[in-house]
């Protein structure tokens, strides 16, 4: 991965860690250790999820990038439903607080979707890649324009 992903990627985790942090604190006072282990579970699914889902866009930019806004937006549906999918099939569990894992599921969420939003507004990313190879002429370019 390049370094602006992996900024990128580091600047949604950190974020999304934290806010799961807070949500398995706060579900071990109020729902005790289920609570905490629900909180943890969803938080980790959170950052898989989005961070595979980041790694996969990423690597679609690079490849294809005329299919880049269509896989991105694909892939937050796909995403979104994947984590329906979570809540409805651990809905009945009893190996942790079902409410603690969904609550803190969205919120996660929440927090990756605003942190990669704020981290890829914050970054520097070049619209054109610069050409790395250098001309023939001893570093002059190619066309340098009127030679009058």
Wanted: hydrophobic letters at 55%; glycine letters at 8%; proline letters at 5%.
């Amino acid at each position: 991965m390049p370094s602006n992903d992996v900024r990128i990627l580091l600047q949604a985790a950190v974020p999304t860690a934290a806010v799961g942090a807070v949500a398995a604190v706060v579900s071990a006072v109020v729902a005790g250790g289920k609570g905490a282990i629900g909180a943890a579970v969803a938080t980790l699914v959170v950052i898989v999820f989005m961070g595979l889902g980041l790694y996969v866009l990423q690597r679609t930019a690079k490849s294809l990038p005329h299919l880049f806004q269509a896989m991105g937006l694909m892939l937050y549906t796909a995403q979104i439903l994947l984590l329906f999918v979570f809540v409805a099939i651990f809905k009945n569990t009893t190996l942790f607080n079902p409410k603690a894992f969904a609550l803190t599921l969205v919120a996660t969420t929440l927090a990756w979707i605003g942190a990669q939003a704020r981290a890829h507004m914050k970054s520097k990313i070049l619209y054109v890649e610069p050409d790395s190879t250098s001309s023939s002429t001893g570093g002059q370019p190619k066309n340098p324009g009127h030679s009058s």
